[in-house]
DNA sequence: CAGTGGTCTAGACCACCTG
DNA sequence: AGGTGGTCTAGACCACTGG
C-alpha cells in the first residue's frame, strides 16, 4: 500500500484494512466529507490506496458497524449523522394525552459564562484558564416540564452561543451547534443514575420532593473523539424505561 | 450450494452466507456442537455446503458479532457461553466493605409449581395449561440482602427443580440449569424500570418504604430463540448505574 | 511439524439507483 | 445505460496453536 496515500503515517503493524480504517476516520475528522455526503467509491479508495476491493470493504464495514458510515447499494457510502433527536426516547417514554409519542419543546431559562467544576473540565479536557457556556433549559409536554437539563460547553467553540438571544435557541440543540458553530456531534457516552429528587427538581418537575428521578449524564465528542458538550437530564423515574440484548 | 446438505431447505431469495449462517444456527441449537467446542474448519465447511472459504467466513462473521461463536486463530471456531455471571455488573455495583467486587450469593426463600399469570405465560409462550415452577430468592453480601428475585420456569423443561431440595440451589442457576436440566441460555432481553421500595420490599432490603428501587425483568432463550425464563431481580437504586455508547 | 483462523488479491456477476 | 454497492469465487500467504 502506497504510504504516501496516507494523512499520517500509519502502524505497519496493523492490517492494512485497520490502517485503511484509520486514515478514513482521519479524513472524515477533518470534513473532507460532510455528514450525509456520498465518500469515494470503493474501486476509487482501492486504487487510491493501492489495495484490492476487498481490503476497502472491510474497512468501511468496520466503520459502518462503527456507526460512522452508511452503505446504500446503487448510491454510495455515505458520512453518518447520528439521530440524536430521538436519544432521549432510548431512556424516557413520552406521550401526549392522546397517547402519541411527542418530542419536547424546550426553554433556556438561564445562560452564564463561568469557569466550570474541575469535574465538567476535566470531562471536557479544557484548559485550566478557560471558561464554559452554561445552560440551564427545561422541556416540556403541553406546557408541562417534564425534565430538566443542564449544559456545559467550552466558550472557544461555542463563542457565538455566548451572545445568542434565548429565544433563538431551538428545541434540537445539536443542529444549533453545526450550524452556528461547526461542531457535529458524532458519538456521546451517557450513564444512567436514579436519585431522590431535590425540593428545586421536584418543583421544576412537578413531583414530590423525594421521589425517584432518573439522570442522564452525558458526553458528546467530534469525529476525531473530542468531548465537547457536558449534559445532565433529569426527569421522573415513573417516565422511565430502558431495555437492553444481552448475547 | 447443495441444497441436501441443509438440515431445512433454504431461502434461495436469501444470501448464500445468510443461508449458512441459519443453517449454522440450527445446528448448534441441535446440540450438534457443544458450547466450548470447536465447529468443523472453514475448509470443512466450505466443502460440505459446496461454498468458497470467503462466503464461510462472511457467515461466521455475523455469528461471532452476535455473539453466538467467537474464533481463536490457531485452534478454531468455538460455540459461545455466555457469561451471565456478570450480568448483574451491568446495572448493580456491588462491594466488599474492603471495596472489591464481589458477587452476591443466594438463597432460595420459597419454591411453588403453580400456574404462571397471563403475563409470564405468555412471555415464556407456554401452553394453558401447562404449570411454572415459581422461586422467590435473595442474594446477600456479606450477610446482607441486596438483590430480591422472582423467577418463573416452564415446568416441563425444568421437572427436576420442582423437587431439588432446597439447599442444593446454587448462586448461579444458570450452571444449575444446565447440568440438571440441558438448558443452555443463549441469549436475554432485559428491561429496567423504576419503582418505589413497597413495604414488603423494603423490608427485604433493608430500605426504607418508598425509596427508589431498580427492577430489572429478563427473558432468557435457548439457541432456538424460545425463551424458558422469566425473572425480576429488584434492588436498592443507589447501588445502581448503568453506561451506554451512542453513535 | 501440521492445522487453524487472519489477511489479502483480482477478479466476476448481480441488484439497485439515477439520469 | 452507466455507476454504485452486494455477493461470491478460488486461490495465496501469514500468524498462531498444539503435539
Redesign the interface.
Known amino acids: 500500500m502506497n504510504t504516501a496515500s496516507f494523512a499520517s503515517k500509519p502502524d505497519d503493524r496493523l492490517p492494512r484494512y485497520q490502517q485503511l480504517r484509520d486514515d478514513l476516520v482521519s479524513r472524515i475528522a477533518a470534513g473532507e466529507w460532510a455528514p450525509e455526503k456520498a465518500i469515494a467509491t470503493e474501486a476509487e479508495l482501492g486504487q487510491f490506496y493501492n489495495v484490492s476491493t476487498g481490503t476497502v470493504r472491510k474497512a468501511i464495514d468496520l466503520l459502518v ?4 458510515l452508511t452503505r446504500t447499494q446503487g448510491k454510495g457510502t455515505f458520512v453518518r449523522r ?1 439521530r ?1 433527536d430521538s ?1 432521549l426516547f ?1 431512556f424516557f417514554r413520552f406521550v401526549s394525552r392522546d397517547g402519541q409519542p411527542v418530542r419536547p419543546t424546550a426553554r433556556v431559562l438561564k445562560r452564564e459564562v463561568v469557569k466550570p467544576s474541575e469535574e465538567i473540565r476535566i470531562a471536557l479536557q479544557m484548559k485550566a484558564s478557560e471558561k464554559a457556556i452554561h445552560l440551564s433549559r427545561v422541556r416540556l409536554i403541553e406546557g408541562r416540564t417534564v425534565l430538566s437539563e443542564e449544559i456545559w460547553l467550552p466558550r472557544a467553540r461555542f463563542d457565538v452561543l455566548a451572545t445568542l438571544p434565548l429565544d433563538q435557541f431551538e428545541d434540537l440543540l445539536y443542529p444549533l451547534y453545526e450550524r452556528l458553530c461547526k461542531q457535529v456531534v ?9 436519585e ?1 429528587a431535590t425540593a428545586e427538581t421536584a418543583s421544576l418537575l412537578g413531583i414530590k420532593t ?3 428521578v ?1 439522570v442522564v449524564h452525558r458526553v458528546a465528542s467530534d469525529f476525531a473523539g473530542a468531548p465537547f458538550e457536558w449534559r445532565s437530564t433529569r426527569g421522573a ?2 417516565t ?8
Chains 1, 2 share one sequence.
Open positions: 458497524s462503527d456507526g460512522v447520528p440524536f436519544s432510548r458524532a458519538s456521546a457516552t451517557e450513564i444512567l443514575r436514579v431522590q423525594g421521589s425517584p432518573i423515574a415513573d422511565f424505561q430502558y431495555q437492553v440484548e444481552i448475547r
